[in-house]
């Protein structure tokens, strides 16, 4: 090397085995640069930095039945897990749309699927928030397709990026838009919703019994970032020690659901969805929190009632215990399916 010429800069220092900060998990953010040390996370029970590990796939693909050839869509695309699996069920001459609403993860998505050799003639990706599938299909020209799928659970990507503001483990701007591009950010819905409905939000989003304490101490504030708002949460008078943390993940959780309208939207899709099911159709849906879970449930039955349906489950459906040591997300997850009539 010529002696004359600058070094190239030196590649930066893994930060030991379990780098805190989210930005420097490079090796997990970019699992080609060193797959053995994202197989170590996954096998620790832990989920890689940047990505998201699917959940119940056995249970939905055995609920959703699929067969090479069928037409469907994904609902919620989001890291394309599920996506990967539908896809190698319904090749060859089968087609899989794929749903999502966050502009700045169904790029990577896509780019994912493509690489695995996933062509626009089986897989399209449509960027759109669930309760437009209506629109979506008869953009399409199909009046209805074999499934629909929909993991209503928020993406590990998004959940830990400290950036989108979803978490209270790192510090981030307080956002949790999953499309960044509209509505308000949780700062901005907070600092405007009075003491009265902000109680009313904790109650109906996450069966908060301090809901009227909490939303007298935090309705109408400003508050620049996530931890800030922790630390409001944590001070809170007449708040115990021992409730915070569950305390605090409510309160996160209600507006996580508020700012993204996500019981609106899941009300309006569980109205369209019978439509846009073929005779026979499948509908698999998986939730993560009673709000929802209780929804579906009322909508499949209400659908069975009503004829629109000929079967739904008649039990919960949850990961098996070895799941949910292997990936702790997995732990709330509830599946129900329903058949159209």
Known sequence: MDPQEP?????????????RRFEEKYKELDPTLDPDTVAKVIASGKTPAGSHLPIMVGECLDALELQPGITGVDATLGYGGHARQILGKVLPGGKLIGLDQDPLELPKTERRLREA?????????????????????????????DFVFADLGCSSMQFDDPTRGFSFKHDGPLDMRMNPTRALSAAEWLARIT?????????????????????NHL????FSGTLELAASIMATPGLRAEDAELTLRRVFQTLRIAVNEEFTALETFLRVLPDCLKPGG??????????????????FQAGLHS??????????????????????????????????A
């Open 117 to 145: 050799g996933f062509s626009q003639d089986c897989f399209e990706a449509v960027r759109s928030n669930f309760a437009g599938i209506s629109k979506v299909l008869a953009q399409r020209g199909l009046e209805g397709v």
């Open 7 to 19: 070094r190239p800069p030196r590649r930066k220092r893994y930060s030991g085995k379990n780098p």
């Open 219 to 222: 309705a109408g504030r400003e």
């Open 307 to 340: 004829g629109l349906f000929k079967e739904v489950s008649r039990n919960v459906i949850t990961a098996s215990p070895a799941e949910r040591h292997q990936n702790p997300r997995s732990s709330p997850a509830k599946l129900r399916w329903a058949v159209k």
């Open 282 to 299: 499948r509908a698999v849906i998986l939730t993560f929190h009673s709000g929802e879970d209780r929804r579906v449930k009322k909508a």
């Open 195 to 215: 003491p009265a409905k902000l109680a009313r939000a904790l109650w109906e989003h996450a069966d908060e019994p301090r809901a009227e304490l909490l939303a």
